[in-house]
Each structure stands twice: as C-alpha cells, then as structure tokens.
C-alpha cells in the first residue's frame, strides 16, 4: 500500500519552569492512502503536539514528519495545499454568515472556481438551508459541521480531524462519523483522534494507542484482539455452574475458567474450540439459560493495555 503519512521517530518536549516534559517520545507510524487511522490516548498523551508537527505548526525536536512523501517542517506551504486540518475546539468568527466565511477561506487558501467549492462543501456537509444564517450562532452540532466544510474547500487529500465529535449529542456525533464516512469513500485519508473508542471501532481501519508521548500498540482492530485477547470466551449461565465446570473441564477443552455468581466464563485456545464446548455444555445435563460468546470491543483493548504498559 502507498503510505501518504508517515513518522519516524519523533520525539517532542517542552519546559515547564524548572520541569521538562516530554510529550512525545520517538513515534513511528504510517498511513496508508485512504485509510482511517486513529490515533486514541488520554488527555496529554501527545495527539494534539503530533496534530501540530504534521500540520507544520510545531518543530520536532528530533525524528522525520512527511506528508506526500514532503517534509512537515520544510514544506508545510506545499503539503498545506492539498491537506486540511479540523478541531473540536476551534471556533467561529462573529458577524459574518456560513456562506460569507467560506468564500473568505476561499480567499485565504487562494483558490479558483469558489462558487463550486463553497456549494459543493455545503452540499456535503448538509448545511445549504443554514448558509446564509450568522455561523457564530450555530449550534454545537452545526459548528463542527461548518469545521468541516471549510476543511473540505481546498478538495484535501489528507484529512486531520482532532476530536471532532467532542462535545457532541447523540445525533450531532452521528452526523459527523456519516460524514467521516462519505470521506472515507471518496479516497480521503484520514487521521483522527477521539476518546470514543465505539467510535473509532466504527470509523477506523486501523488504529495506535498512544501513553505518554509514546506509542505503545498499532494494528487493526482483529490484530490487536489476538495480541492482546488471544482466548477465545464462552459465558454460560447455569443451574449448576460447579457441576457444569467439573464435566466441562473432565473434556480438556478449557485453558481456564472463571466463576461468577450464576455463571462460568470458559477460555478456550481457538474458535474451533467453541463448538466442541457447546457440544459439551448442552450434553453436560446441567439446567442451562444463556451460552454467550464474549467478544471484546475496542474499548475493552484500550483498558488493558492502558492499564497495563
């Protein structure tokens, strides 16, 4: 696959009085050319310094940003063209409506065909009843929505969207990851931060987990699952969870288990496995209500690692 982002061992700090801090510290990461890569980690876990470096707002202390295989620090001017940028923070001028701020951006940005653009944004991002209301006025759902429009003027192959449901109610958010969506399937890459692991589950291709200023797990979702949760879990409520875990584990099936009031978790090795298990459960004779299989989210990935690097 062609990689349109790429770091190489960045590392970032800054000096708080007598104190050093490190936010970053040698991050190495690719994105391939229409991938949703999430970038997810708590709060002063680096995203927004790494945002920054990309968007050629910060310097590296050391280590290699490129973005079209051109430099984040050299050519910022020149990859600025063909990339754009949105937070879930930013905010919007006073006084002047939808309509009249993107033809201002237009002029920032420098570009033709404005009409097009400014129609063509506003088609995507659904806000052609409201361009001629006050965009200062919107509401929340409505800002970001208006956030994205104006990223989407210069037509940017590379999409940076740091937190861009921040903030959002139920609806709005979901509007949003609609419009992530659509991106995606146009070829747009896209770079994004959340604390929403549902929604990055949802959104992204792959994904890094990032722990002070370091990242410290990368993959799709399925890889990190079998790094991480390489057993396979069966939950079965039962009648008789002592008697149900005595037969089950006579068959040699089960790595381990693990005993909850009414029910037993098994761990198995595979899921060729979990057949053979359920054969046995339903055979054991023992009074059964529920066989699940535990299949763990993102979130649950998150957890583990967070807590445990």
Do not use: W
């Not at 708080?16 to 708590?42: R, T, Y």
């Not at 001629?132 to 590379?158: C, H, M, Q, T, Y």
Request: charged share 25%.
């Amino acid at each position: 696959m062609e990689s349109v982002v790429s770091v190489s061992k960045i590392s970032k700090s800054f000096s708080s009085g007598q104190e050093k801090i490190k936010a970053l510290d040698s991050v190495n990461f690719n994105i391939n050319k229409g991938e949703v890569f999430g970038l997810l980690g708590p709060n002063g876990a680096g995203k927004t310094t790494l945002i920054a470096i990309l968007c050629g707002f910060l310097i590296p202390d050391s280590g290699t940003a490129s973005i079209f295989n051109m430099s984040c620090t050299t050519q910022s001017e020149k990859i600025q063209k063909r990339m754009n940028f949105v937070s879930g923070f930013s905010g919007v001028m006073d006084f002047f409506t939808a309509e009249e701020l993107l033809y201002f951006y237009c002029m920032l940005y420098n570009l033709d065909n404005t009409k097009k653009r400014v129609d063509t944004a506003l088609k995507i991002t659904d806000l052609q009843k409201h361009r001629k209301r006050i965009a200062a006025d919107f509401s929340s759902g409505l800002s970001r929505r208006f956030l994205i429009s104006k990223a989407l003027l210069n037509d940017p192959e590379v999409l940076l969207l740091d937190e861009p449901t921040v903030g959002l109610d139920v609806d709005a958010a979901s509007n949003m990851r609609n419009m992530i969506n659509k991106m995606k399937k146009t070829g747009t890459t896209i770079l994004l931060t959340t604390h929403n692991m549902r929604e990055a589950e949802e959104l992204c291709d792959r994904v890094a987990l990032i722990k002070e200023g370091r990242i410290i797990a990368c993959g799709t979702f399925a890889e990190l699952r079998k790094k991480f949760f390489p057993l396979e879990v069966v939950e079965v409520h039962s009648d008789d969870p002592d008697k149900l875990e005595k037969q089950v584990l006579a068959t040699k099936l089960v790595i381990k288990t693990q005993k909850l009031e009414d029910s037993i978790k098994f761990y198995l090795k595979s899921k060729t496995d979990v057949n053979k298990l359920l054969k046995a459960v339903i055979s054991s004779g023992v009074g059964i209500r529920s066989i699940t299989t535990i299949e763990p989210e993102l979130e649950d990935l998150y957890t583990k690692v967070m807590r445990n690097v």
